[in-house]
T-cell receptor, first 115, second 112 residues
Framework: KAGVTQTPRYLIKTRGQQVTLSCSPI?????VSWYQQTPGQGLQFLFE???????NKGNFPGRFSGRQFSNSRSEMNVSTLELGDSALYLC??????????????FGPGTRLTVT | QKEVEQDPGPLSVPEGAIVSLNCTYS??????FMWYRQYSRKGPELLMY????GNKEDGRFTAQVDKSSKYISLFIRDSQPSDSATYLC????????????FGAGTRLAVHP
């Protein structure tokens, strides 16, 4: 079974631009979560989508948004990029048992550099 | 104070040693506990997933959860140079759906 895939793998953007990252979950997984990883703050939860609905959100500004499609694929968007948005953005998918917390499997990440 | 505390290391051990990695947490609502391994420039890889207290073993890896002490551990037996990576603990409460709170990660180096 193929793992979580993320595109693109690397991205360089300029301050003020916007960016869209894509994530394809493991086949059959309906939950997709996004995380930001930086050397200073570590791994931080951005948001989770399940059945095309945002189910949970972390403490990030409104410039960070996402969506999920009917095939469970997800995108996240960052508008008005700032230098501090440079990070590894990770997507994780879970089969989601409905109750509780499922095992989450991460993709390789998209490394975003903002100049 | 962070919800999850993890010593960033680095931890250096000789090949074949038993490695002990630990995390402490403050939120008593946490019930799901995971350990991930992350190689440089890669995504985290799920090693162990446990619910509530107790031990779980998988090959050379053993995960322990002590909810009364708010303390979790990962033991690696017969460590190999290929185990050199950053190990991250993660946890969540049942009401948090799939929102994981991560420790800072411990860098481990196993030298031949």
């Amino acid at each position: 079974k193929a793992g979580v895939t993320q595109t693109p793998r690397y991205l360089i953007k300029t301050r003020g631009q916007q960016v869209t990252l894509s994530c394809s979950p493991i086949s059959g997984h309906r939950s997709v979560s996004w995380y930001q990883q930086t050397p200073g703050q570590g791994l931080q939860f951005l948001f989770e989508y399940f059945s095309e609905t945002q189910r949970n959100k972390g403490n990030f500004p409104g410039r960070f948004s996402g969506r999920q499609f009917s095939n469970s694929r997800s995108e996240m968007n960052v508008s008005t990029l700032e230098l501090g948005d440079s990070a590894l953005y990770l997507c994780a998918s879970s089969i989601n048992p409905g109750q509780g917390v499922g095992e989450q499997y991460f993709g390789p990440g998209t490394r975003l550099t903002v100049t | 104070q962070k919800e999850v505390e993890q010593d960033p290391g680095p931890l250096s051990v000789p090949e074949g040693a038993i490695v002990s990695l630990n995390c402490t947490y403050s939120n008593s609502a946490f019930q799901y506990f995971m350990w991930y391994r992350q190689y440089s420039r890669k995504g985290p890889e799920l090693l162990m997933y446990t619910y509530s207290s107790g031990n779980k073993e998988d090959g050379r890896f053993t995960a322990q959860v002590d909810k009364s002490s708010k303390y979790i551990s990962l033991f690696i037996r017969d460590s190999q140079p290929s185990d050199s990576a950053t190990y991250l603990c993660a946890m969540s409460s049942s009401g948090g759906y799939n929102k994981l709170i991560f420790g800072a990660g411990t860098r481990l180096a196993v030298h031949p």
